[in-house]
């Protein structure tokens, strides 16, 4: 049985052509999959019967399955998914006024080791394939109710965080076909623009990843020097900030329209200083990017050292940016009862696996 979930357009056309059909069903399956959001061979009622049951013989449709459900206070809402061979991630669902964004993972764990994440403390298990990744986001859509693909503004799953578990530049490949499944204006149809990736800075993929994918940028800066952010990515000491802000670069010269969001995780009496905020404005003065900064309240889990910056601090350190005319809004908690900020995923101890 092969999974019908994942495959590029292309791909299910050759799937069906294989079968003795016209190439024009596969739209039609598409269509199915993620427009109407059906879940069975059954539903697609313009197929005949006969080529149903072919389907069904040859392929499945499969979503992640729902293992446990948590609730926070803010109404952010944490899914455990598990996949055909029992891996787990964790997929968010964090609701805003008119809309809400859904944070995907893409690796089940995490091999940069970034010493303030939950996911970066347990090992790279494996990448997740596109059906994976597609599926999470159609587990969301199937809690709200959102088939088929609304088209208003307005809708529970406006905006799509790539901020999960994993490191989406070191999947490229699966993370670009999903995105390229999840943006299809004739199935899940959301916006590029409103999709955000986030990369702890794997330099040379940067310009790759956006050209292949074409949404939004965001990388963990998290420092304003190479000795602090070494300190605690240690990616850095592969590709260090200069060589990040350099891609960076590089990807604003091909569409200087797009702005880069630089998250910056406000760690107590580790980066959150006046210092650091004067450093971190030279730095982007001297690269000249088009950015905005995104500052992180760090969310604190047991076994990790670090506390999060006293408020006072975040502000002063917000106020120098915007100062130095850079946007720089501190993100909200969201989920912090549930251990739910993105980039902190997973149950607090790993669940046993189902047998
Ligand atoms: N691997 C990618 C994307 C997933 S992490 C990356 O590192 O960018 C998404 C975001 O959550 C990153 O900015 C990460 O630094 C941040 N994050 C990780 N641990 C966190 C914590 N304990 N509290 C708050 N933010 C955290
Ligand atoms: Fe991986 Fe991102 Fe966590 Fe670092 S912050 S360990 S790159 S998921």
């Known amino acids: 049985m092969k999974e019908l979930i994942g495959l590029s357009k292309e791909e299910l056309e050759a799937e069906v052509i294989n079968l003795g059909e016209k190439p024009f069903r596969a739209k039609q399956i598409w269509q199915w999959i993620y427009f109407q959001g059906v879940k069975s061979f059954e539903e697609m009622t313009n197929l005949s019967k006969d080529l149903r049951q072919k389907l069904a013989n040859s392929f499945t449709i499969t979503r992640p399955k729902v293992i446990t459900e948590q609730i926070s206070k803010d109404k952010t809402h944490k899914r455990l998914l598990e996949f055909t061979d029992g891996e787990r991630v964790e997929m968010v669902y964090i609701p805003e006024e008119d809309r809400g964004a859904v944070c995907l993972s893409t690796q089940v764990g995490c091999a940069m080791g970034c010493k303030f994440c939950h996911t ?84 040379p993929q940067i310009v790759p990843a956006l050209k292949a994918t074409g949404v939004r940028l965001a990388v963990s800066l998290h420092a304003p020097n190479n000795e602090l952010r070494s300190q605690i990515m240690p990616i850095n000491k592969r ?115 189902s047998s």
């Open 120 to 203: 970066g403390s347990q090992k790279l298990t494996r990448n997740l394939t596109a059906a994976e990744i597609v599926g999470q986001f159609m587990v969301a859509r199937d809690a709200y109710h959102e088939w088929p693909s609304p088209t208003h503004e307005t809708r529970y799953l406006s905006n799509i965080v790539v901020m999960g578990m994993g490191e989406p530049l070191q999947n490229l490949e699966n993370v670009a076909k999903a995105l390229n499944i999840l943006t299809a204006g004739d199935g899940i149809a959301i916006s590029r623009r409103r999709i955000t990736m986030s990369t702890s800075g794997i330099a």
């Open 239 to 353: 590709y260090p900030i200069e060589k990040v802000l350099e891609a960076c670069k590089s990807y604003q010269s091909d569409d200087g329209s797009r702005y880069i969001t630089f998250e910056y995780l406000m760690l107590k009496d580790f980066n959150d200083t006046p210092e650091c905020a004067k450093e971190l404005i030279a730095l982007m003065k001297k690269y000249s990017l088009r950015a905005l900064f995104n500052l992180i309240p760090f969310n604190p889990w047991p076994g990790c050292s670090f506390e999060p910056s006293l408020p006072e601090k975040v502000k002063a350190f917000s106020q120098m940016l915007e100062k130095a005319g850079f946007a720089a809004p501190i993100r909200v908690a969201r989920g912090q009862d549930i251990l739910a900020a993105c980039g902190q995923l997973k149950s607090k101890t790993t669940l046993p696996k």
